[in-house]
T-cell receptor, first 115, second 118 residues
Framework: ETGVTQTPRHLVMGMTNKKSLKCEQH?????MYWYKQSAKKPLELMFV???????ENNSVPSRFSPECPNSSHLFLHLHTLQPEDSALYLC??????????????FGQGTRLTVV | AQSVTQLDSHVSVSEGTPVLLRCNYS??????LFWYVQHPNKGLQLLLK??????LVKGINGFEAEFKKSETSFHLTKPSAHMSDAAEYFC????????????????FGQGTILTVHP
C-alpha cells in the first residue's frame, strides 16, 4: 500500500468512448501529478496540480482533460483517444514544503488499451 | 536544466552476485537524486534518496548508492542479488523551480531492466 490509489487498474476503451481515471492520495500531500509511461520511452510528465490548481500542462492533447476537485483526488478524463495513447498512466503525489529534494509517491497505475 | 542518463538499458546478473546500475547526472549545481524501482505491473517505489547530507546513501532491500560529484555519478549497488530484485530501476532528479526549491516534479532516466538468474 503506497498511499496513492488508482482505479481502475486496467481499462480497454474504443476510440469513440469517454472514460475517466481516478487517483486518490491518503498522505495529506498538496501536489498531484499525472505521468504517462509508454513502452521504450522515459516517463512523461503530463499534468501538475499544486494546491488544486493546474500549474503545468506539458503540451498534452486536449483529448486528455485533468480535474482536481480537492487535494486528495485527481481525475484524468479521456475522450476520442488514439491507439498510440495506450500506455500505463501513473498518478503521483508529493508535499510541497518549499524545500529541496522532495520525492513523489506513486500509485500502481492504470493500464490503458485503446482499440 | 538537470538531467540523468542511465548507462545500461539491461543488466543481467546471477543470484548472489553483486549488482551495479549506473547513472550519470548533469546539473549546474549539486542536485538531489533518487532511485526508484518498478516491479512488473506495479507502480514506482522510492528505493533511496540523496539530498547532500551524506554521499553514501542506504536504501531499502539492501541497496545503496554513492554520490560522486567528481564523476557526476550516482550508481546503485547491492552486494548480493536476490530473485526478487528483478525489476526496472529509474535514476531520477527533481526539477527545480525559481528560488532553487522543488516540490515533487521529477525527471526520469530511461530505466534499467535488471534480470536475476538462478
Amino acid at each position: 500500500e503506497t498511499g496513492v490509489t488508482q482505479t481502475p487498474r486496467h481499462l480497454v476503451m474504443g476510440m469513440t468512448n469517454k472514460k475517466s481515471l481516478k487517483c486518490e492520495q491518503h498522505l495529506g500531500h498538496n501536489a498531484m501529478y499525472w505521468y504517462k509511461q509508454s513502452a521504450k520511452k522515459p516517463l512523461e510528465l503530463m499534468f501538475v496540480y499544486s494546491l488544486e490548481e493546474r500549474v503545468e500542462n506539458n503540451s498534452v492533447p486536449s483529448r486528455f482533460s485533468p480535474e482536481c476537485p480537492n487535494s486528495s483526488h485527481l481525475f484524468l478524463h479521456l475522450h476520442t483517444l488514439q491507439p498510440e495513447d495506450s500506455a500505463l498512466y501513473l498518478c503521483a503525489s508529493s508535499q510541497d514544503t518549499g524545500g529541496w529534494g522532495t520525492e513523489a509517491f506513486f500509485g500502481q497505475g492504470t493500464r490503458l488499451t485503446v482499440v | 536544466a538537470q538531467s540523468v542518463t542511465q548507462l545500461d538499458s539491461h543488466v543481467s546478473v546471477s543470484e548472489g552476485t553483486p549488482v551495479l546500475l549506473r547513472c550519470n547526472y548533469s546539473s549546474s549545481y549539486s542536485p538531489s537524486l533518487f532511485w526508484y524501482v518498478q516491479h512488473p505491473n506495479k507502480g514506482l517505489q522510492l528505493l533511496l534518496k540523496y539530498t547532500s547530507a551524506a554521499t553514501l546513501v542506504k536504501g531499502i532491500n539492501g541497496f545503496e548508492a554513492e554520490f560522486k560529484k567528481s564523476e557526476t555519478s550516482f550508481h546503485l549497488t547491492k552486494p548480493s542479488a536476490h530473485m526478487s530484485d528483478a525489476a526496472e530501476y529509474f535514476c531520477v532528479v527533481p526539477v527545480s523551480r525559481a528560488g532553487g526549491t522543488s516540490y515533487g516534479k521529477l525527471t526520469f532516466g530511461q530505466g534499467t531492466i535488471l534480470t536475476v538468474h538462478p
